[in-house]
């Protein structure tokens, strides 16, 4: 039997709880000297010694019930309780409705109006005589009450101690307290006094709460149900009309000075058949229901009994099965080799597990079939639910039957699922329980494992003894070579047989190393040839780069300059997306392709080893660092250039500038383009400076000449402004830019090739070649017979 933690805490906090209230105090101590104080309390003498120990018992009192029933912030509000909290709580619930019943019969008995001379009868008196205690204080019934508390807390502990001792004792691990472990034969001893703190029986474990019944029936309860039908008698015979004053002071003497309840009774049917109120027949018969009553109540009684006896032998019997079925399932080896049958013979161990083995695989085919079904219902649902979304649209009466579905599919899935946790928790517990059970049942499979474990063992001592023989070492090779070849072989380590195994093994494994590295070395031989190919590609790609980005690169140092010249004068110019932090991210970057070009030439230059590995590997963050720089670099470069603002109408003979004017080439075609039609509006000094530009060396594109900072107002638009920079954005006409790209290609012999500068020789080769060429003669001479 599985102990429940949670009750047994519980009872390891009470005995703490106990322990400290009392200081140490034993409750039977406590009990006898609340006994001792409430006999003399009766006497009349005062008592201080035992007096301390009712606040002692009252202050227990309380705790325990903060113990067992603890409470949140709210009163109302009771917390959830553990299995072992609840358990101890519906114990101690019987004793409190006990308690409670009968402070109801007291509280009840104490408010009724009796009066003096109906004592003196002999049923309430013999009543009144066997009664222990008396409830007319109120102190006292308080002190009896903390008596019973205690005995309740006794009856308690020692329940749930004989519990666990027959839980231990059915478990076969009951700790024998006169059981000595020590080594050598064993001694024969008493199997009575071996087994005196052993349960055996549910009998044993009820003897405490016997023991209460008894002492409560004793103390409190005897002597109060023949009063109350005294009370009840001498109540009707009054309604019957006898005087019971009367008849008590006329018969009020002698010793005894008692009146008898049977002669009260005749003298009360007596006066009634008298006066005529009923006649003997009516009296007659009426003997003969009460006879008939008593003797089917009793009957009657009887069932009831017998039904609850019943009733508890078949729970008893229940728990009885399961002891025996536990019994033999923890010791059925032993009790399949007794030679005595059990009279009682539950299923066999292998039965239950073959059972449970079907079980658990009808199961897992059911949760692949409700997974099946889920799929489908799921499809289901989300048509049915689009649907009714689609009809809420047209009408919203449906709102709510939408929720509700909604409402009930959520409810659904939830237990469905909680379902499938409870399922694979129980596959989980039952599945290990298979598994521990099958390798201690008798199975083919569990003594094979025996069997194995048993050699096993064997060869272990064999080895130990072997080792305590012999000093002889084995070498590092050696072990080496037993790891290497295969443990499998037949035939014994250190034979010639094992040797010529060993060696032919070895053979084979050299080759298929000699074949494995060969094809390595193949792999290796085209990743090389691979590399080199893109170092070439690379280096192709560098050149067409660095060609193109000479041009603008002295501008870019230009652009540096400017801005070094802005910080001099004061201005705040950010560092953040600048020309210089682009010419440094520009030098790192071409530090690093630098570095891995050489690097990867110099490894695949040199014989290969650990050195050349180890060089290939330290570029490699430098390449994931290259792939960064490289998209950063392209994308701040062309962030650098103004936007290009063309205007339609002006895109090829703009008579004015749009803002400022601008001392480039563009700026100049446009200014004496518009010197035609535009009356001249700008100064003589403004004339010099066109003149000077335009004598500017033909490398320098028409909208990146520098000029003097100096603007000419003409054109009333307001000038466009660079979000980034804040400065005036530099009008371009396209079709100026694109002449002067032409002029300059071919002013450098780029303009078959831009990747390729031709020689003087070859452009006029080229020239020669193009203008005797037959087709274009013909195209010439078509456009000559159109204008003939």
């Not at 002999?122 to 009450?145: G, P, W, Y």
């Not at 569990?446 to 001592?461: P, S, V, Y």
Request: aromatic share 6%.
């Amino acid at each position: 039997m599985k102990g429940e933690y949670t009750l047994e805490s519980m009872l390891h906090e009470l005995d703490s709880l106990i322990e400290q209230t009392t200081d140490g105090v034993p409750l039977q101590t406590l009990v006898e000297s609340l006994q001792a104080y409430l006999r003399n309390a009766a006497m009349g003498l005062e008592e201080e010694t035992h007096a301390h120990y009712i606040d002692v018992a009252r202050i227990l009192h309380a705790q325990y019930g903060e113990l067992i029933q603890p409470r949140n912030g709210s009163v109302d509000e009771t917390p959830k309780m553990s299995a072992g909290q609840m358990l101890l709580v519906a114990f101690d619930g019987m004793f409190a409705q006990v308690e409670t019943a009968f402070g109801l019969l007291v509280e009840k008995l104490n408010k009724m109006e009796i009066p003096i001379a109906w004592r003196k009868i002999d049923i309430i008196r013999e009543a009144r005589s066997t009664q222990v205690n008396f409830f007319d204080d109120d102190n006292h019934r308080q002190v009896l009450e903390e008596i019973f508390f205690l005995k309740r807390l006794q009856t308690i502990k020692e329940f749930f101690r004989l519990c666990g001792t027959f839980s231990k004792t059915l478990s076969g691990s009951s700790s024998l307290e006169d059981q000595n472990t020590v080594n050598g034969p064993v001694q024969i001893v008493n199997v009575k006094t071996l087994f005196r703190n052993s349960c055996f029986s549910e009998d044993q474990m009820a003897k405490p709460i016997k023991a209460f019944t008894a002492d409560f029936v004793r103390q409190l309860l005897i002597g109060l149900p023949n009063q109350a039908l005294g009370l009840t008698l001498c109540s009707f015979i009054s309604a019957l009309g006898v005087d019971i004053i009367a008849q008590v002071e006329a018969k009020d003497f002698g010793a005894e000075s008692k009146v008898s309840i049977d002669d009260l009774c005749k003298k009360a049917v007596e006066h009634n058949i008298q006066i005529g109120k009923f006649s003997q027949l009516v009296m007659n018969r009426a003997t003969v229901l009460a006879s008939s009553y008593d003797t089917a109540w009793k009957k009657h009684d009887l069932v009831r009994r017998l039904e609850t006896s019943i009733s508890s032998c078949k729970t008893s019997l229940q728990r009885v099965q399961l002891h025996i079925a536990m019994f033999q399932w923890q010791h059925e080896d032993i009790l399949i080799n007794r030679p005595q049958a059990m009279s009682v013979t539950p299923p066999p161990r292998s039965a239950i597990l073959t059972s449970m083995k079907k079980k658990l695989h009808t199961l897992s085919q059911i949760e692949t079939s409700i997974a099946t079904v889920q799929e489908k219902l799921a499809a289901l649902e989300a048509s049915i639910e689009q649907r009714l979304k689609w009809a809420g649209g047209a009408n919203p009466a449906l709102a709510p039957v939408l929720q509700d579905f909604e409402a009930t599919i959520a409810e659904r899935r939830n237990l469905v699922l909680k379902e499938s946790q409870r399922a694979s928790q129980v596959t989980f517990l039952c599945s290990n329980i298979i598994h521990f059970e099958s390798l201690r049942t008798r199975t083919a499979e569990a003594l094979n494992l025996d069997a194995a474990l048993f050699e096993l063992i064997k060869r272990c001592q064999q080895m130990c003894s072997f080792a305590s023989q012999f000093n002889s070492s084995v070498s590092e090779l050696e072990l080496r070579l037993l790891q290497r070849v295969d443990t499998s072989l037949e035939h014994p380590i250190g034979s010639s047989e094992w040797l010529l195994s060993a060696h032919k093994q070895l053979t084979q494994d050299m080759s298929t190393q000699r074949a494995i590295q060969t094809e390595k070395e193949q792999q290796i031989e085209t990743v090389c040839e691979t590399i080199q190919n893109l170092v070439d590609n690379i280096k192709t790609v560098l050149t067409g780069h660095n060609r193109p980005l000479g041009d603008v690169k002295h501008l870019l140092k230009a652009m540096a300059k400017d801005e070094e010249a802005a910080l001099a004068d004061g201005e705040d110019v950010p560092y953040e997306n600048s020309v210089r932090q682009f010419l440094g991210e520009y030098k790192s970057w071409q530090d690093n392709i630098q570095t891995v070009l050489f690097t990867l030439v110099q490894a695949m230059g040199q014989v290969r080893s650990q050195e050349h590995v180890e060089m290939l590997q330290e570029i490699t963050p430098t390449l994931k660092e290259l792939k960064t720089q490289s998209q950063s670099i392209y994308n701040n470069l062309v962030s650098f250039a103004s936007p290009l603002i063309t205007d339609a109408t002006n895109e090829c003979s703009s008579p004015t500038s749009s803002a400022t004017y601008q001392p480039s080439f563009a700026a100049a075609v446009r200014s004496n383009t518009g010197q035609k039609t535009q009356p001249d509006v700008m100064s003589q000094n403004a004339r010099k400076l066109i003149q000077k530009n335009l004598a500017t060396s033909a490398d320098t594109p028409p909208s990146t000449v520098p000029g003097t900072g100096k603007s000419v107002a003409c054109s009333p638009k307001k000038a466009a402004r660079d979000p980034k920079t804040g400065k005036a954005v530099q009008e371009r006409n396209s079709y100026a830019v694109s002449v002067w790209k032409r002029v300059k290609a071919k002013l450098e012999g780029r303009d078959v090739d831009p990747n390729r500068r031709m020689s003087v020789a070859e452009q006029v080769d080229y020239v020669i070649k193009e203008a005797t060429n037959l087709d274009n003669l013909a195209q010439l001479y078509e456009g000559w017979t159109a204008w003939v």
